[in-house]
């Protein structure tokens, strides 16, 4: 079964960097989408992220897009999340999340068309918490 483990999270001044990591344990993201989401105190949680590791079909929500960048080194075994351009409305806690889709459509697909949902992802990390403050 696949599991987890985000790291990377922490404390960070307006305007600055930070990468989250997404590591799997059980299989390999051969054939994975993943997908990153965040929830902020008192919000519902948001997908703002989606990247495959079959092809190049991704998703970054608005309120991100220019600012972060997913990525997948699969030798590794990692997902990372960059986040440059760091707002305090960026505080949250981060979650990454998992779903095999092989050959089958790319559910990062749906994302960009709207229709994309929580439960298009079986597997999920634990959370990682970030914060920007001056």
């Known amino acids: 079964q696949l599991q987890l483990v985000e790291s990377g999270g922490g404390l960070v001044e307006p305007g600055g960097s930070l990468t989250l990591s997404c590591t799997a344990s059980g299989v390999t993201f051969n054939g994975y989408a993943i997908g990153w989401f965040r929830q902020a105190p008192g919000n519902e949680r948001e997908g703002i992220s989606c990247i495959s590791a079959v092809d190049s079909g991704s998703f970054y929500s608005d309120s991100v897009k220019g600012r972060f960048t997913a990525s997948l080194d699969s030798a590794k075994n990692t997902a990372y999340l960059q986040m440059n351009s760091l707002k305090s409305e960026d505080t949250a806690v981060y979650y990454c999340?998992?779903?095999?889709?092989?050959?089958?459509?790319?559910?990062?697909?749906?994302?960009?068309?709207?229709?994309?949902?929580?439960?298009?992802?079986?597997?999920w990390g634990q959370g990682t918490r970030v914060t920007v403050s001056s």
């Open positions: 999340a998992a779903q095999y889709h092989g050959h089958q459509l790319n559910i990062c697909r749906l994302w960009n068309l709207g229709a994309g949902e929580e439960d298009d992802f079986a597997s």
